[in-house]
């Protein structure tokens, strides 16, 4: 009976490891991934150009999250894809110029990255604490609000 429960045990810990893991693993592309997309459209905003996205990587990402993200985890990467969404549409068949277009993007951007970030460290480990900033992401809107006033074209400081 002893072996029994012991190789039960066992088994139960080995896929508890393999799941943090694969999460940690899929978290880590999806953040990568989510940075590349934002700044590459955050770059073409401001200098200004048509953005070049590379979709394969964010979307295999997404897929990636989709096997093993928990719920919580899961919404607040949805979350993040939809404003991704939003910003696109600013480019939708012209040049979006106004950066007061981009301020509640950037925001909700700012807010669902912490938030995913939150719900990623959690999902590891309950006993991770909420952080109330993150390190990396889109750029405090101080960087993105500077605009060089001579020729009038949007530039990051």
């Known amino acids: 009976m002893g072996v029994v429960a012991g190789g ?3 088994r139960r810990s080995e896929n ?10 899929a ?3 999806f ?8 700044m590459e459209l955050r770059e073409a ?5 048509r953005p070049a996205v590379a979709w394969g990587p964010f979307n295999a990402s997404i897929q990636s999250l989709s096997l093993v993200a928990n719920p919580e985890a899961a919404a607040a990467a949805l979350q993040l894809c939809d404003v ?4 696109t549409i600013l ?3 012209r040049q979006p110029a106004d950066l007061e277009e981009l301020r509640p993007i950037h925001t909700a951007l700012d807010q669902g990255h ?5 719900a990623a460290r959690r999902s590891l480990h309950p006993s991770q604490e909420r952080l109330t900033q993150t390190l990396g992401g889109p750029s405090p809107w101080r960087g993105v609000a500077f605009v060089d006033q001579g020729d009038g074209a949007g530039a990051a400081e």
């Open 8 to 10: 039960v045990v066992g």
């Open 16 to 25: 508890r490891k393999w799941l943090q893991e694969t999460q940690t693993s």
């Open 27 to 29: 978290y880590e592309r």
């Open 31 to 38: 953040l990568q991934a989510f940075g590349a997309v934002e």
């Open 45 to 49: 905003f401001l200098e200004p150009r």
């Open 84 to 87: 991704i969404e939003d910003f």
């Open 91 to 93: 480019f939708h068949d």
């Open 114 to 118: 912490l938030k995913f970030v939150n």
